[in-house]
């Protein structure tokens, strides 16, 4: 079966920095992608990962290991703001996303 | 409209009751989904639209079915709602059928009793 695993909860400090690890198992790849969730509301688009290697988009950053299906999303100089879920989702070979459950992010002063 | 927008925002059901959540998105998308998040689960896919006159059955398909009749509407019916039918559904578009970056509606919670 297709699984993806990534951690239910985490906890930071503002200011600092945090990293939201996922596993897979698919049946193809076709690409790794995050989204950010905030409570309530609808899930937003943050990155995306095809090659191995770091991807950076200011604060945020995404790397990739498909030899070990792997992947990170870096949260640097937390912000209140960055308080939310944070989804991992994988394109299989079907072109269908595979998601997880997602990483609750709490962020305290 | 600005982006792909749902109604309604949320509903409370009698089991056996029929029910459509509208989606429209005016980003003249190709491809357009729905979704259900449930607690602890990841978002599951419903049905999906490749392009306008094309339907097609995603992981959780029972008790739900779809039309696209122009490249903007994808509404989503259940025929005789059920208590396990509540949830939130979401509806996202892409401009295309094989990327990962969609655009999701703010979301529909349904309550089933």
């Known amino acids: 079966g297709q699984n993806i695993d990534q951690p239910t909860e985490m906890t930071a400090t503002e200011g600092a920095i945090v990293q939201i690890n996922c596993t897979y198992q698919?049946?193809?790849?076709?690409?790794l992608f995050w989204y950010q969730q905030h409570a309530g509301e609808a899930p937003t688009f943050l990155s995306y990962?095809?090659l191995d290697g770091l991807e950076e988009k200011g604060r945020f950053s995404s790397f990739l290991s498909r030899s070990k299906g792997y992947s990170y999303l870096l949260l640097k100089e937390l912000q209140m703001k960055d308080s939310a879920s944070y989804l991992c989702?994988?394109?299989?070979?079907?072109?269908?996303?595979?998601w997880g459950a997602g990483t609750k992010l709490i962020i305290k002063p | 409209i600005a982006g792909i927008t749902q109604a309604p925002t949320s509903q409370i059901l009698a089991a056996g009751r029929r029910m459509t959540l509208r989606c429209t998105q005016d980003?003249?998308?190709?491809?357009m989904y729905w979704y259900r998040q449930d607690l602890g689960l990841g978002l599951r896919l419903i049905h999906y639209?490749?392009?306008?006159?094309?339907?097609g059955k995603g992981e959780v398909p029972d008790g739900y079915s779809v039309s696209r009749a122009n490249t903007d509407d994808f509404p989503l019916t259940l025929a005789s709602a059920v208590p396990s039918q509540t949830s939130v559904y979401f509806c996202?578009?892409?401009?295309?059928?094989?990327?990962?970056?969609?655009?999701f509606g703010e979301g529909s919670r349904l309550t089933v009793l």
């Open positions: 996202a578009s892409s401009d295309r059928a094989d990327t990962g970056e969609l655009f």
């Open positions: 980003m003249r998308h190709n491809a």
């Open positions: 639209s490749n392009t306008a006159g094309t339907t």
């Open positions: 698919t049946s193809g790849f076709n690409g």
């Open positions: 990962n095809v």
């Open positions: 989702a994988v394109m299989d070979s079907n072109y269908q996303l595979i």
